[in-house]
């Protein structure tokens, strides 16, 4: 390998090695701690990744427990089978049904909707 390529990439890598350094120290977020410095997220979060896995180091999993309440409402069979269409978007729900679907349907189909 030439010796100024070798410089080169190790002179990089010390100053990746500086920088998540001085980021682990100063407790800042990657985004916050890359803007002060005017370095590029997605290369930061390339070589703290990159040096992570050359030093070893694994990140333990994290697990969130997730509890699903029992849902006390079930929604009753439509009579004639015609399905319904349902949108889901922004911060609401629309629902475009036809003329001939049942109302206490759609009030429990709303009910859990908004459970949701």
Known sequence: MDRSNARGRDSKLNFWQEHIAGW???GLSQLVY?????L????????RRKLKLQS??????????????PSQQTIPPHKDGKPFRLLLGGHRFV?????????STLQHIVRALEQI
Do not use: H, M, Q
């Open 34 to 38: 890359c803007r002060n410095n005017n």
């Open 95 to 103: 629902i475009e049904i036809d003329n001939e679907f049942s109302s």
């Open 40 to 47: 590029a997220v997605a290369t930061f979060g390339y070589w």
């Open 24 to 26: 682990k120290a100063s």
């Open 56 to 69: 070893g180091e694994v990140d333990k999993p994290r697990f969130y427990p997730l509890a699903v309440a």
